[in-house]
């Protein structure tokens, strides 16, 4: 069971930078980099929405389940 974090392909779609978007939701560009890399274990839903949020996207496009 794998969870993929595809925000890195999101980021390029809507052409924004991470650090962009680390300021734009209020978070420190290495807790971002941490979600990018799939390395985190949890994500608020409030990060998680203003994620959404700012990139016009929904969470699916973020979040994939791969067996």
Do not use: H
Not at 25 to 42: E, Y
Not at 54 to 59: D, M, R
Request: glycine content about 2%; aromatic content about 2%.
């Amino acid at each position: 069971m794998a969870i993929i974090v595809n925000l890195d392909i999101m980021l390029a779609k809507r052409k924004v930078k991470s650090k962009e978007l680390a300021e734009a939701i209020g978070i420190t560009q290495a807790n971002l980099s941490i979600l990018k890399s799939g390395k985190a274990k949890a994500i608020r839903f409030t990060t998680l929405s203003a994620i959404c949020k700012e990139l016009n996207c929904q969470p699916s496009d973020i979040l994939e389940y791969k067996e």
